[in-house]
């Protein structure tokens, strides 16, 4: 498999760098994090999104956090390591994988709880590593599976970025493109630019068009005349969180494809790994779905295009009900029309 070339996050000495995904793809620039403090701001002002590559960012900052209070008696150790977990827990509500990593990483430092503050740094600090490396691997193991799914030839229409910007690396919808142009195929992409913050024309694009895999840009509502016409084989998202039912909570605007997608009898394929999937709730109903600033849809950075006093919701995220989704793709295999029983014989 190809190395992995974009490096959404990495340690450098002893603090994290992340791609600041603002400003792609005009700019590209590190940004360096010396603590969980900053690293939870990172997460939330999008620095580093996508589910993934949240849930390592949120690693990560556990794990700056320990380093900073490596030198602290115990008692005020795990004080300030609660600290961290709580700002970390409270940068963004949607994507489970920031629970599922602070979750991994609290089990870590419990199951070495007589571990002096120095040792309990470099335990969490390895384990941060391991869940980044894991991710990578994952991915391609999605993308192996998920290839198998299209034909050659195969015009596939993305919303969002579920890229490697959006993971450790290889991306879990674009890694399944990726494995898939690796296997001989000739596969080209449509983007939806994915209003409001745009994900698909300034990091899905990019991405494509760095590795040269033919891409296509599209405004959000042209998908349904795209697939009217003919000019789409298969959709593939990402995932924020899906309910053990099977429903799938992705970047806003994902729903609407889902329903065109059935109305046009074209498969709606999403890519999950397992650390998506939160079996602690029945249905997508229970997805707390984050609203982000008015600003980011009565303008874009500083232009303002809105007339001024205009009311404004901005939902990041909406819910594809499971009967919509063709088949889940997981590092475990496939999982076609996703429901309660099928999604439990994952784990
Ligand atoms: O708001 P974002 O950019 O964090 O939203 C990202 C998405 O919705 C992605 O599709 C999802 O996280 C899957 S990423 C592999």
Known sequence: ????????????????????????????????????????????????RGAPAIGCAAAYGVALAALNLKEANTESFLAGMEKAFTVLSQSRPTAVNL???????????????????????AILLTEAHRITREDIVINQTMGHYGATLLPDGARVLTHCNAGALATAGYGTALGV??????????????????????????????????ENIPITLIADNMSGHLMHCGDIDAIIVGTDRVASNGDVANKI???????????????????????????????????????????EVT???????????????NPAFDVT?????????????IVKHPNKERISMLF
Not at 192 to 207: C, H, K, N, S, V
Not at 299 to 313: E, L
Request: contains cysteine; neutral net charge.
């Open 299 to 313: 303008g874009y950075q500083n232009y303002r295009w809105a007339a001024q006093g205009v009311k404004v919701r």
């Open 99 to 121: 629970f599922w990593a602070l979750k991994r990483m609290h089990q870590t430092m419990t199951a070495a709880a007589k571990s002096s503050p120095s040792q309990l740094a």
């Open 177 to 210: 493109i990726r494995a898939a142009v690796e296997s001989g195929k000739t596969i080209s992409v449509i983007a939806d630019e994915t209003r409001p913050f745009l994900q698909g024309a300034r990091l899905t694009a990019w991405e494509m068009v760095q």
């Open 1 to 48: 498999m190809k190395k992995n070339t974009i490096e959404t996050l990495r340690w450098h000495n002893d603090h994290l760098e992340m791609i600041d995904q603002r400003i792609l793809p005009t700019d590209f620039q590190y940004l360096a994090y010396h603590s969980a403090e900053g690293v939870a701001e990172g997460i939330r002002s999008m620095v580093v």
């Open 321 to 333: 009900p499971a009967d919509l989704v063709t088949a889940l793709i997981t590092e475990k295999g």
């Open 253 to 295: 605007g994902t729903y609407m494809v889902a329903v065109l997608a059935k109305r046009h009898n074209i498969p709606f394929y999403v890519a999950c790994p397992l650390s998506t999937i939160d079996r602690s709730i029945d249905t997508g109903n229970e997805i707390p779905i984050e609203e982000r600033p008015s600003e």
